[in-house]
């Protein structure tokens, strides 16, 4: 005998307010939490507090990621073989500490590549829109 089955509806996920600077401001800082975990740690090695406090100071507390979003972020770049960690033991704590590697700085470097070509086509899409006539070109990244 079958048993009829009921289903459960989830709610409806609510649309994004693309309008509201702050859905813009999370999705680019949150890209730009991996960027600049690289580049502080091409610096020195640190343990995960060491980085969240050098991407915060960094960049001006522009970028200030979570233990909760850094620690993952370690995890999977040390995972990938783009940092390496040991254990240092301070005042009778364990810290996993981690250094860029190789792999890593070329990793750096390639994202430095893409936010320089990101940045240009902000530049010009901003300038495309501020111009009162159709610009003659597009820029490379609208145009693809």
């Known amino acids: ?5 009921t289903t459960q509806r989830r709610p409806a996920r609510q649309s994004p307010d693309y309008a509201d600077p702050a ?4 999705t680019i800082k949150m890209s730009l939490s991996k960027f600049f975990v690289l580049c502080v740690l091409q610096q020195k090695a640190m343990h995960g507090y060491e980085v969240v406090q050098a991407v915060e100071r960094t960049t001006g507390g522009c970028c200030s990621p979570t233990e909760g979003t850094v620690y993952p972020m370690l995890n999977e770049f040390e995972a990938g073989g783009y940092l390496t960690s040991h ?16 792999k890593g700085r070329d990793a750096f470097q390639t994202a430095v590549g893409a936010w320089m070509e990101a940045t240009d086509c ?16 597009t820029a490379k990244c609208c145009s693809e």
Do not use: H, L
Not at 1 to 5: E, F, G, Q
Not at 23 to 26: P, T
Not at 123 to 133: Q, Y
């Open 122 to 137: 902000i530049i010009a899409g901003k300038a495309a829109a501020d111009a009162t006539a159709r610009p003659q070109g």
């Open 23 to 26: 859905y813009w401001q999370g």
């Open 87 to 102: 254990t240092d033991t301070v005042q009778g704590r364990a810290r996993k500490v981690y250094a860029i590697t190789q």
């Open 1 to 5: 005998m079958n048993t009829p089955r």
